[in-house]
């Protein structure tokens, strides 16, 4: 079956799933990408009613934030379901455009590294703790890779439409 990106996390899941965890989150090849990416470029909307780049890395930032601290209390047996967020809200109330690219890709990087020492710390059974993703049960192993899923995706996007 081929997911969409409406359909949420299996879409996000399928464009990692065989990929190591731990190399998922200590590649290095999104902040190459990133850096590569001029303040013009950085500003520059393909419709007008788009996202700028700005906003969508201010957004993967943010997405991986929401679902590292989801992953967390998950990873602690808190029964919790992994629920979804309004992203336009939070896009609309940050201040993406009024930073500059570095900046943001300084943040984005801080997350990653906060990211990738909590993977560290977790275990075997750990990774397969499973929570609720609306209709679907994932394990946190699961989890963790849908946010490289949905980090891949957008930064697919910008490839076909930004740059």
């Known amino acids: 079956m081929k997911y969409k990106p409406e359909d949420g996390f299996p879409y996000y899941f399928n464009l990692v799933k065989d990929d190591r965890l731990h190399s998922l989150f ?33 957004h993967i930032t943010d997405h991986e934030r929401i679902k590292m601290f989801r992953a967390f209390q998950l990873s602690r047996n808190e029964v919790v379901e992994l629920w979804g967020y309004d992203q336009s809200f939070l896009v609309d109330n940050a201040r993406f455009e009024e930073l500059k690219m570095e900046q943001l890709i ?28 609306r209709q679907y049960q994932i394990t946190l192993e699961e989890l963790l890779k849908s946010i490289i899923g949905h980090e891949r995706h957008h930064l697919n996007i910008i490839k076909e439409r930004y740059l």
Not at 32 to 54: G, M, V
């Open 26 to 58: 200590s590649s290095s090849s999104t902040l190459t990408f990133l850096e590569s990416i001029s303040e013009e470029k950085a500003n520059y909307r393909y419709l007008p009613d788009k996202w700028s780049t700005k906003q969508v890395v201010g």
């Open 106 to 133: 300084v943040d984005f990087s801080s997350v990653r590294k906060a990211s990738l020492s909590f993977i560290n710390t977790l275990s075997e059974r750990q990774l397969k703790i499973k929570g609720e993703a």
